[in-house]
């Protein structure tokens, strides 16, 4: 398996009960209460999801900063027109875009489409807020592909309110939902992971979720700019 490093000194991540974190389980965790936003959506509803800058954020602490490649496979504009808004004519454009992000380590790479419009007075400030929009909705679409901590669990029932305050919270929770899956305990408890070496335990930091962030230390990457 492959292990959450802290950046600082390259250890093996330990949570709190002295285990180390794989990649697979921290990203089948689901997101923190602090990682997530909300805004307005039909019928009077709350959407919850993260944010672009979140989610290269998570990419980064989880992968490394040069761990994994954004690949911008194609965009296309879809509307370019000038209507009449308030008094004022404006530009309305649209994009789509199709992205692949690719863990550098294994090579395994997840690919999704997005979406993206922007309105404005100058149509080359509309072009670039569509399409800057529209690569971003696909680098999160794509991105959630790899877990639960990405925003696939934001498809289920996971909401602000019902979200893990600390990584810790999240780890436990995972524990307990894995061991009420079909696999049950099995992986926990075969003698591979119970002898797994780490290195020395005095050089293994506890998670602290307020003020360490998670990092694999894996070879590249383009981040997207906010």
Known sequence: PEYVLNPTDKT???????????VDRILATKPLKS??????????????????????????????????HLQIIKTEQIVCAQEEKRGSKMWVVAYTAHVRIT????????????AGDSSDRHMPTA????MKASITDAMKRAARHFGDKLGNSLYGNTNMKSAPDTLSEALDLYDRERAKSKFGDACSNSPAVQNVIVGPKNNASPIEPKNRSTHVNQPAQNVLPP
């Open 127 to 130: 072009v670039q807020h569509a």
């Open 103 to 114: 863990h550098r380590n294994s090579g395994t790479f997840k690919e999704d489409l997005g």
């Open 35 to 68: 990682e997530l936003l909300t805004r307005p959506g039909p019928g009077g509803r709350q959407l919850t999801y993260l944010s672009g800058e979140t989610v290269s954020r998570i990419l980064n602490d989880i992968f490394g900063f040069d761990g994994w």
């Open 12 to 22: 093996v991540l330990m949570d709190h009960k002295g285990r180390p974190v794989t």
